[in-house]
């Protein structure tokens, strides 16, 4: 008897799960009948919050407010946006009664201001858990901060504080004369930088982009609450100023950009702009002994720090700059210490004919820094101090290569690659507000990302080497960083040796 009624047991239960996979299975085949009654070529739910565009779309609107503050938005899906203020005022600027001016009002940005003490503005920043920075450059300064929307307008408020209204009275500004000394010292921890920044001296001698970023302890003790504000006053002009939002509502954030930033925060400029020189590239050579020797950071060798330099178009003219871009692409480089693993840029030139070849040479890469109205494209590079002189030919000896036997596919992989690290990074809010804003404020016109690909996919084999061509005849800069400078050959030397060792007649 008690086995029937297991067996009986059993039955009812394997019944009961039988009839509910079958009732799941006809609710399966009704919402199957029911899905197939909506066309594949629509979304079945649209989940895009209200207030957000189309994430496809490139368009950018730009209001420009009374005071001549142009502001440029675009909408982006997300719950957080991005904020940017740009002004086109920097290093360039400054003379010698102002050299270091440009370096307080960047560190002194989001402290104290005539309305809040630092520890107030702090608070703020944290209670609404923004992430706020502030840099500046040979051309421009640029406060940028990424928040929730809900506080947009509270980001934007805290900018104009910062920009507008600073306190340079307050005892951070003599505070930020004693950090000047440690960030000078920092230079030997970053020596690649700190030659690239070296060879902007050699290119540009006497000329504002020429100028030093950091002042000198001695020009920094000249300056002044009182000189610095006064030339905050006089550079920060409303028809210099871009104030840009990425995943915003345009007329929203018209409004708001016109409560910090309008005519009643930042009058109209009586003065007409003053007009910026033309920079020169004249070349020549700018080198510095570091005090102490500069290690390579596993094996403690000794390495010094070199900079090849060349002219290059502004980046205004969008199409002159492609070539060089491409070509950038196509030499890549990095350092010898990460060549191991895949995604390196393995094979780029830099990698494949530099560091494979010469185990000397630890660091080589090809940098392209287009300005507003001239161009940087450079070759770094790390290796022995002994062996600098030997380290400069196999760079040049690359960009001649490159005129005799560019083929089709080293064209394709370096414009593919282009485009991916352009439209990789665009999709960071902050990168694209500053890329909207930089481009705003330099060109007046702002250029999507599609159309710069279509700019790329344009170049070709001749425009590439007609481009290294041109480097090699025109002026060249060197800049050298090192701790021993004994083999570091002269301006003159170099020039002669490039007249005489790549030709370009019949080829």
Sequence with gaps: RKLQLVSSTMHRNVSRVVHKHARMAKVACRRDHTLSQFPQSKPFLDLRAAGHGDPTDAHADITTLDNGVKVISKQVPGAWSNVTALVNVGARNETDATKGAMYFIDRLAFKSNLQQRHSQVVAELEAIGGDFMCQSNRESIMYSGNVVQRDIDTALRIMSQSLLIPDYTSPEFEQQKDILLYDIEGRADQPGQTAFELIHQAAYPNQGMGVSLLPTPEEAAKLTPNVVEAFRHQHVRPDEMVIAGVGVDHEKFVQQAETWFGSQALPPSQDPPQSVAKQIFTGGLFQEQADQELLHPSMQEPLAHVCLGFESPAWTVMEDIMPYAVLQCMLGGGSAFSSGGPGKGMHSRCYRYMLNLYGWIETALAINQPYSNTGLFAIQMACNPARVSQA????????????????????????????????????????????????????????????????????????????????????????????????????????????????????
């Design 392 to 507: 400069i030919p196999v760079a040049l000896n690359q960009l001649h290569e490159i005129f005799r036997n560019v083929t089709e596919e080293e064209m394709s992989r370096s414009k593919n690659q282009l485009k991916s690290l352009l439209l990789l990074n665009v999709e960071s809010k902050a990168v694209l507000g500053e890329d909207m804003a930089r481009q705003l404020a330099g060109g007046g016109r702002y250029v999507t990302s599609a159309d710069i690909c279509t700019l790329i996919d344009a170049v070709t084999m001749d425009q590439v080497r007609q481009t290294t061509r041109k480097m090699l005849q025109g002026n060249v800069a060197l800049s050298v960083y090192s701790h021993d400078l004994a083999n570091v050959p002269t301006h003159d030397g170099l020039v002669q040796f490039i007249d005489f060792q790549f030709k370009f007649d019949n080829i």
